[in-house]
């Protein structure tokens, strides 16, 4: 298996406790998050390469069973402010960037965004695409969405917004955008992967007790415990998980 972008380690040191058959390599741009893992997973044999996935190449990733790609795709480069002019706009009169982007739209039919301006997270697109020529037969995904719904009966419990456009979330150090996973999926499909996709309420369940719906519906908190357990809750919803499997 091959971790991208594995922060501390956690999650592989998780799936080698389970299973210390598994060869794992953590995959990072960072080096003193490397270092952090080296140090989590000092009891385990594992490769580490600092690299940005960008940039590797897609043969490096062909011998993987397995890519794990938790919460990282929404720090990869993203295009804003593109004009739908794209799409009639003469190719050769395009810069090589939005070449790219239409290129992008042709070869895999993504749906033409609804905006006149729109946002698009083209490095998670290119890595994905590389991860599927690459023929990784599993791949899991997950990532803050821009499509992410809460279907009834919550909905009056959990609001989240769904614009469908990846927006800007700023944090300290750096800016992420949220994922249009509608396009990922896309991608694999014509790759002739299986998709398998939701919230990640999906495999972290809950029950909704009259203490959760209480704590759902303050509008102030008094204890941080509720201030805590109402995040988590809500954050299930907006973050998807997308599983894909190589159609034998
Ligand atoms: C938000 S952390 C997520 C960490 C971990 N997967 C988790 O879920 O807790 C993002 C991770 O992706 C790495 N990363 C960001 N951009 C990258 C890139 N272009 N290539 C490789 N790793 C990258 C960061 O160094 C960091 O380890």
Redo the contacts with the bound molecule.
Sequence with gaps: MIE?????GY?TRDFLDRNNTLQATM????PC?LQKQRYLLEDHEVNYRQA???DVDGRELQPFDLAIL???LG??PTMVNIHRDVFVSRLHDLDQPLQRVRQMFDQYALGLPESELFNLNIGALNVLEKLCHAGIPFIFISEHSCEAEVHEPLRRWIQIQSPGNPERIRLRGHDEYTIRFSYLERIARTFQYKTFRGPLADFIAFDFTDKVRYMMHLESFMKDEHEIIRYFIEDRYPYEYLILMKSI
Excluded: F, P, R, T
């Design positions: 991208i972008g594995g922060g501390y999650l995959l990072d741009v960072s998050l940005d996935i960008m938790n919460e990282n720090d990869l």
